[in-house]
């Protein structure tokens, strides 16, 4: 596609739910990053693809965190039994040599 | 390891008055460098990127940054403001890892005022 897709582009969930947070990124990219961005802050990595592989998830804050991705296409992020403190806008970013990162829309989540 | 300063979390400025936004850095290689721009509910848009070729980065909309390897800096301006200038504004280290994630400073708030 023409961008980096997400969806939803807003979650409202009940605390104790699991979510999935979906990401379309640009065709050809084989890199793609998760981000999370809390109110007033910087963008934090969780997590990198290269291809379907996940060479860095050191960014991912606990085991309720999980993500895959399907070859070097669409990726889901799952968050189990949600808390409070998930809430956050959850960006997506693919890279490509030409150019460079792009980021998607993200998904705003709220845990009530 | 990498990381990004931003040393103001909010700017005022006057439509028309130049703007700075700052930005110190860490990192044990020659960085690549970027700044974004957020506005409100609006995606993150890519202003400018230093990649160590010229030290004066010319970007969108007028703005511009300058690495400074010896202060270690990478300050964002901009001659003149204008009120969609409006805006969050993030610097980013790219790290030198080979997964080649970003990593953010904690954002500055443009305030313009007419």
């Known amino acids: 596609g023409a961008g980096v897709s997400q969806s939803p582009s807003n979650k409202v969930t009940e605390k104790g739910k699991d979510v999935e947070l979906r990401c379309d990124p640009i065709?050809?990219?084989?890199?793609l990053y998760w981000y999370r961005q809390r109110l007033g802050q910087g963008l934090e990595f969780l997590i990198y693809?290269?291809?379907?592989?996940?060479?860095?998830k050191s960014g991912l804050p606990s085991d309720r965190f999980s993500a895959e991705r399907t070859g070097e296409s669409v990726s889901t992020l799952t968050i189990q039994r949600t808390q409070q403190e998930d809430s956050a806008v959850y960006l997506c970013?693919?890279?490509?040599?030409?150019?460079?990162?792009?980021f998607g829309s993200g998904t705003r989540l709220t845990v009530v | 390891a990498q990381s990004v300063t931003q040393l103001d979390s909010h700017v005022s400025v006057s439509e028309g008055t130049p703007v700075l936004l700052r930005c110190n850095y860490s990192s044990s290689y020659s960085p690549s460098l970027f700044w974004y721009v957020q506005h409100p509910n609006k995606g993150l848009q890519l202003l400018l990127k230093?990649?160590?070729?010229?030290?004066l980065v010319k970007g969108i909309n007028g703005f511009e940054a300058e690495f400074k390897k010896s202060e270690t800096s990478f300050h964002l301006t901009k001659p003149s403001a204008h009120m969609s200038d409006a805006a969050e504004y993030f610097c980013v280290v790219s790290s030198h890892s080979n997964t080649g994630k970003l990593i953010f400073g904690q954002g500055t708030t443009l305030q313009v005022k007419p």
């Open positions: 970013a693919s890279f490509g040599q030409n150019y460079g990162y792009t």
């Open positions: 065709s050809g990219h084989t890199a």
């Open positions: 693809f290269q291809g379907n592989s996940a060479p860095d």
């Open positions: 230093y990649t160590s070729a010229a030290t």
